[in-house]
């Protein structure tokens, strides 16, 4: 084979306009002088926006929820206006801090965030059937916009700096049954607990949703309790009320959620949003 054949298959480096970034060729970094003339290295201002999209991707938004925000957010209701109002008082209580050399100091709510149920489903279910509908009727806590608030909460969190994790509850708590059954030493298990645990904020869709069981009352326990331990908050809703929900997720791991929520644990019912839409 000669040179020139060599040279054909060889691979083109990537042109100017195939990078993200033309400026730092997607490195994040870019070389400047000082008024001495010596080269340093600095962060590119692409930095933020690609570290941005990152804490996004992680976050796991459900794509069903991937518009919203609180400009769309409707208040029609007092109980909306009351979360809405909640929630952005809530939100207040982040900061991030940006010193001169470049670093930042996360300010983190020492807080919880609760939307629950005023009478939980569990509570509602138990109920002889011909009294259940009406019931349900009176104490609805379905498509009220608990989570459309909760995950516009988050994306704003993520754009401020913050590494956010969201979680629905039964998709969350059968991976971690299913990882603690795998024959891996517990990798899996021990990779799913870490992200729960060390997030800067987890929002927890509908706790208290997946069915009981021992194994899954120790798992709650865990990640609630290590939170609780590193004062880390968890923004959660749930269709259960207080009584019922500690049924479900165990009674030591919701005097942990509940109690850390302070002023920041609203009970909330009304008009199901979503079937007025349909």
Known sequence: MNKSSEKLKQPEKPGADEYECPICKDTELVL?????????????????????KRRFKQALIPDEF????????????????????ATISYLNEFAVIKHDNGTTKKILSD????????????????????????????????????THLQ??????????????????DVTFMDELIQAKMMNDEGETLNRLLHSAIHADVLVWDDIG?????????ALYYKI???????????????????????????????????????????????????????
């Open 32 to 52: 400047k002088r000082d008024e001495w003339g010596y080269e340093f290295a600095s962060f590119c201002e692409c930095r933020e926006r690609k570290a941005w």
């Open 66 to 85: 991937i518009h919203a925000n609180f400009e769309n957010f409707k208040r029609s209701t007092q109980y909306q206006q009351d979360m809405y109002d």
């Open 111 to 146: 807080k919880n965030l609760g939307f629950i149920a005023v009478v939980g489903e569990q509570r509602l279910r138990e109920l002889p059937a011909g009294e259940r509908a009406e019931a349900k009727r009176q104490h609805n806590n379905f498509g009220v916009g608990k």
């Open 151 to 168: 995950i516009a909460l988050a994306k704003r969190l993520i754009k401020d700096g913050f590494n956010v994790l969201v979680v629905s």
């Open 209 to 217: 949703k997946a069915k009981w069981s021992e194994a899954k009352e």
């Open 224 to 278: 609630i309790n290590e939170r609780y331990r590193k004062q880390k908050p968890i923004v959660f809703n749930s269709n259960e009320d207080r009584g019922t929900l500690s049924e479900k997720i165990g009674y030591a791991a919701a005097s942990r959620l509940l109690g850390q929520c302070g002023p920041y644990l609203l009970e909330v019912e009304g008009e199901d949003f979503r079937l007025k839409g349909a």
